[in-house]
């Protein structure tokens, strides 16, 4: 199989998945708490189209992220008014808050449709990046491609091993005990969906700044929901929900390279495979209901109501 | 009960919920929607009233512009009651937009490839063609929920993209109509199957009709059957339908099939009808925009109706702003987004009421 | 001497109910106090009040003579206030470690944590083990959980809320050994309860609540049980009377039933064997988690087997049936949740009776009759008189009794074969729970099987012919209630327990 970059194929894989860890971990982190956010298609496409307007009229890439986290932010920020606030139901706002997201994008991004915008470089890693065969492989992504790695890492320590990673999965597990024991509920539950936005806030603007650098309406097509899917597939735990990004970083990407690689199907066929993917990763996952009964968070999707 | 304190004003739970608040909700969040539309048109520097007359008002000063209204209802009409009665029950079908998808595949598919056996049975095996097509597309997420615990947001929403690419690779591919100098559509449908207009001078078809009998069927069910009474029970409280021995896969699959066979005939209607082909794209996003209208209709076949009448309207303003202020198309998305989270925020005051916080308050 | 915890004046309303109205209460150094009350009478809503889970709305606190507000549960702490609850407040999925530093309010290592956890335990011999998960643990370890968790933060007055609700006898011997180490080296005790033998033996004073307000204070050894009654109930605790009778055929059998279960936290079902009969109560005995849940749910249909025999209903198989098939045969069920299971919360009450009335022609070739299920419900209402807005109102606006009265009401109102009933008269105040016992025994007398589930053994004496006991999923014999003594049941209870 001569003529086939397996490198630039892994390589951009490990691109693919980036903006899927991102998001997955922050939707994560918010699940942990007890927080259903079925917005996260939503706040990724807001979060690409501020990105990328502010990269464009700034010309820094720190400010593209930080407008794309803002961003994220704020719509999680309505988010959260709405369900820990205003006890309203988190499935019903999570998905207006997705068609609310895929409006707002699209109307503020209309002036940005055919821009072109230069992409992030990527990192000059001294050394280990002209490791043969692993060098361009694993040391030659942009910053946020390590970014990522680095943000699983930290949430898997905070969860595990701090005092206040403890609160939020005793806040995830049961509400009423916490709020009981004192714990501020809805403060916590905040800063988690607050994280969750800003997450998924950079997830979009990496994919507008740097993967693929452009802005189109819709432009996520449908990630968000895969990085919510790649929380379940995790089991709640951000180690997995990496090696499940990564997974679905190579499906996606190896649709793009299967006529290269000689494959005879119909590149719509082809297309579907990352949500094929998806129903069957859930499916495998969800089969036994004790998975689900011994990781799940216990609240999960459940208003709480303080007091009596 | 400690109750929420929020800025000076303090939430407080009602002992019963409101009675008049369950009725005015939906129309106080389109109220507000309107104010924030108004602002926002304002903003972008155009002169606001002119641009709600626009919006508004002028598309349905003429006959036409109310047949498409009625039009543009129907299909978010029939997905929406489907849909509701599957809110009620808990189970979350967002895939509507592929079942509609999959409804006028499967409808076009027998009319245009069966319509020379069939004969004057065409038009019957359509219909009933598109609405099982948007039950087998539904049935996969009530298979999997129920056989595999997976959630049916998930799998039907990923099924709506699946749906997409399929109609593409139809219309791309081998249903491609010789004739069509490479268009992606595929033959035209026969006259014989097409819904003629009901009105001279209006594209309005017998599918408002349809939709408005199945408004009042669904509701006879939801109120005076023991399934749709078994339905609402299970959304309310799983644990007390299966105290009462209802079936929990029961529901899922009624529920499931009432919204993909809903979406599927909404789908075949609009093949049928205004467009007249099938093509890469058949619908700007009704399975989705449904969503929002069963929610606004408070998942009740009447406030389902009306909730129609003000989406199309927002999609014909759209429209018509498009093309007279130069707005752009998403502005619609946006409204509709909106009008949803006035909704849900409405929705709040049912059950709770705001009070000053007096002095001494603890 | 000045009281450690002196309440003054304490009043709390909801909406139109005054929970606590003018309460007084004051508790000394090292005192084992009392605070005595039927269900509804306002003990939790005080508990809530002095651990700062809710504010009064009148009344003062004076802490070891100063003044106080206590704002949230980590002042009560920081003052020296612990409280242990009545369903405890543990995390399933975290271990006993993670549980009680989450209590903690300062932030230790795990190997000091794991090292002062041991070394209370011991002192105060409430065996524990740091590092296991909590959802495996018995119920009587839990609560050992709780009070190592309270202890560590060296309070000095610890609430302890309906402590022996879920132990056995002998589990309760245990734990009073332990309150009496505590209060003799200086630690008060509010002790809540509405068990008059407990009180009288275990407290040196006591508040008696009613109603909301103090209907007075006495000293619990030397009162009798009738006249604390009289200061609780405002008159005789009125007793059933269960006259022995003949049981008839055989109604509802059990047979070899075994279930596993996909519940990670659930109990195994294990070779039960039971029959009931015509006209008498059985009773099943046990500390909760040990199978009550999944027998109910077996024999209710809930949860159908694969065996037709191992269940029948009135002489005929039901193993694989589902509830409703089970209702065709005669067998109706009360169960332990109330809203949520037995009713629908937001439902009203005529709504209610369409979820089991399908006998009463309520459903009827699949449409519902409205005016007749208005009928049923009204004339339940009347029959057993349960208080509440009419037919219409919703089921979650009842108060716990009369909300329990109307289902067990519905139920013999659609003349039972076998009733089967989970913890009838759980937090029901006494009146109801009188009637509701009172029903129970006139359908025995009609000629009904009646089995019921609970976890009062005093309720359980009172009114059933037979009783049994179940532990880690399996049944001992039901042998006549005449013959057996606590100390026996306390003994079955925890029988090839590992960790009592």
Known sequence: MSGIDWIAIIASAIAAATPLIFAAIGELVAERAGVLNLGVEGMMLVGAVSGFAAGYTSGSMAIAFAAGALAGMALALLFAVLTLNLQTNQVATGLALTLFGVGLSAFAGRSFVGVALTRLPPLDIPVLGTLPLVGPLLFHHDLLVYLSIGACAATAWFLKSTRAGLRLRAVGESPAVAHALGEPVNRIRYLAVLFGGAMSGIAGAYMSTSLTPMWVEGMTSGRGWIALALVVFGTWKPWRVLGGAYLFGIVTVLQLYAQGLGVQVPSEFLSMLPYVATIVVLVIICRDPKTILLNQPASLGQSFHPGR | MRSAVFWPLRLEPRARPSRPMRVLSSPLAALAMLLVGFAVLKFLGQDAVAAFRVFFVEPFTSLYGVGELLLKATPLMLCALGLAAGYRANVWNIGAEGQFTLGAIAGSGVALFLGGELGSLTFPAMLLAGVLGGMAWAAIPALLRTLFNTSEIFVSLMLVYIAQLFLSFLVHGPWRDPAGQNFPQSKALDDSVLLQPLIEGTRVNAGILVALGLALLFWWFGSATAAGFRLRVSGLSPLAARYAGFSQRGSIWLAMLLGGGMAGLAGIFEVAGPIGVLQPVISPGYGFAAIIVAFVGRLHPLGIVLASLLMSALYLGGESAQIELQLPASVTGLFQGTLLFFLLAAELFIHFRLRRVRQGDP | ?500
């Open chain 3, 1 to 500: 001497m000045t009281p450690r915890l002196r309440l003054r004046g304490i009043g709390k309303r909801y909406g139109d109910l005054a929970a606590n109205d003018d309460i007084h209460l004051e508790v000394a150094a090292g005192e084992i106090h009392a605070v005595l009350g039927e269900n509804g009478a306002g003990k939790s809503t005080l508990m809530k009040i002095i651990y700062g889970v809710t504010q009064p709305d009148q009344g003062t606190i004076e802490w070891e003579g100063t003044e106080v507000t206590i704002a949230s549960p980590a002042q009560a702490r920081s003052l020296g206030i612990g409280m242990v609850f009545q369903h405890f407040a543990l995390f399933e999925t975290l271990t006993v470690a993670e549980n009680i530093a989450l209590a903690l309010d300062e932030d230790l290592k795990p190997a000091v944590l794991a090292a002062r956890i041991n070394e209370v335990s011991h002192r105060y011999g409430l065996p524990i083990d740091p590092e296991r998960l909590t959802h495996g643990m018995s119920v009587g370890e839990r609560q050992r959980v709780e009070i190592v968790r309270c202890l560590l933060q060296s309070p000095r007055l610890l609430i302890m809320d309906e402590p022996t609700s879920v132990l056995t006898p002998q589990a309760v011997r245990a734990l009073f050994d332990t309150l009496r180490r505590l209060s003799d080296e200086g630690l008060s005790i509010l002790y809540i309860s509405h068990k008059l033998d407990e009180i009288r033996e275990l407290c040196s004073r006591a508040t008696v609540l009613r109603g909301g307000r103090v209907t007075g204070t006495a000293a619990p050894a030397t009162e009798t049980n009738a006249s604390l009654a009289r200061l609780m109930v405002g008159g005789e605790l009125k007793e059933c009377t269960l006259t022995p009778r003949e049981p008839g055929e055989v109604r509802l059998q059990i047979q070899s039933l075994s279930l596993p279960t996909d519940d990670p936290f659930g109990t195994r079902l294990v070779d039960i064997n039971l029959s009931v009969r015509s006209g008498e109560i059985v009773g099943i005995a046990g500390v909760s988690g040990n199978g009550q849940k999944e027998l109910l749910a077996a024999i209710s249909g809930e949860q159908p087997g694969r065996e037709p025999a191992a269940i029948r209903i009135d002489g005929r198989d039901a193993g694989t049936l589902g509830p409703a098939q089970r209702r065709r045969l005669g067998l109706r069920f009360v169960p332990e949740e109330r809203l949520g299971r037995g009713t629908v919360p937001s439902l009203s009450l005529a709504d209610n009776c369409l979820l089991t009335g399908e006998a009463a022609g309520l459903l009827r070739r699949g449409v519902v009759h409205r005016a007749a299920a208005r009928l049923f419900a009204r004339e339940t209402i009347r029959e057993f008189g349960v208080r509440c807005d009419g037919e219409l109102s919703a089921a979650q606006s009842l108060s716990g009794g009369n909300l329990q009265k109307f289902i067990v009401g519905r139920e013999i109102r659609l003349a039972p074969r076998v009733l089967l009933v989970a913890q009838p008269t759980w937090g029901v105040d006494v009146n109801a729970a009188l009637g509701v016992r009172q029903s129970l025994i006139d359908l025995r007398n009609a000629g009904c099987a009646v089995l019921v589930v609970s976890e009062d053994l005093d309720e359980l004496f009172s009114i059933c012919d037979r009783l049994a006991v179940i532990a880690h999923g399996a049944l001992t014999e039901a042998l006549p209630t005449a013959q057996l003594a606590t100390e026996t049941i306390g003994l079955w209870m925890t029988a090839s327990a590992p960790h009592a």
